[in-house]
């Protein structure tokens, strides 16, 4: 019997009642039910899609911000396309202007 007293024949009041401070731990020898390990199977199971939910949004991200440098380099490269494109018509009327 788990916790109970090992003489019960014996009178234990004879050396005085149990401290205060006494905190017997009955049910330490009981083994662990299917419940438990359930639980920490589906923690398992969880944090492993949870980790690769993070991966996948991560990639996501990483080509989010290609595909947005991207884009940026190109506007860079229009927006330096139409400059050339504005300073050259500027020249042709500095040179319309100079021949009239």
Do not use: W, Y
């Not at 024949?9 to 017997?24: K, V």
């Not at 020898?29 to 944090?47: H, L, M, Y």
């Amino acid at each position: 019997m788990e916790g109970g007293e090992a003489n019960p024949e014996q009178r234990r009041d004879l050396i005085g009642p149990a401290p205060a401070s006494f905190d017997p731990k009955f049910a330490s020898n009981v083994p662990k039910s299917a419940g438990d390990a359930a639980v920490k199977e589906f923690a398992v199971k969880g944090a492993k899609k949870t980790a690769k939910e993070n991966v996948k949004k991560a990639e996501e991200a990483k080509k989010d911000a290609k595909v947005k440098a991207e884009s940026k380099e190109k506007e860079a490269v229009a927006a330096v396309a139409v400059k050339k494109e504005v300073a050259a018509k500027e020249a042709v009327k500095a040179e319309v202007k100079a021949e009239a």
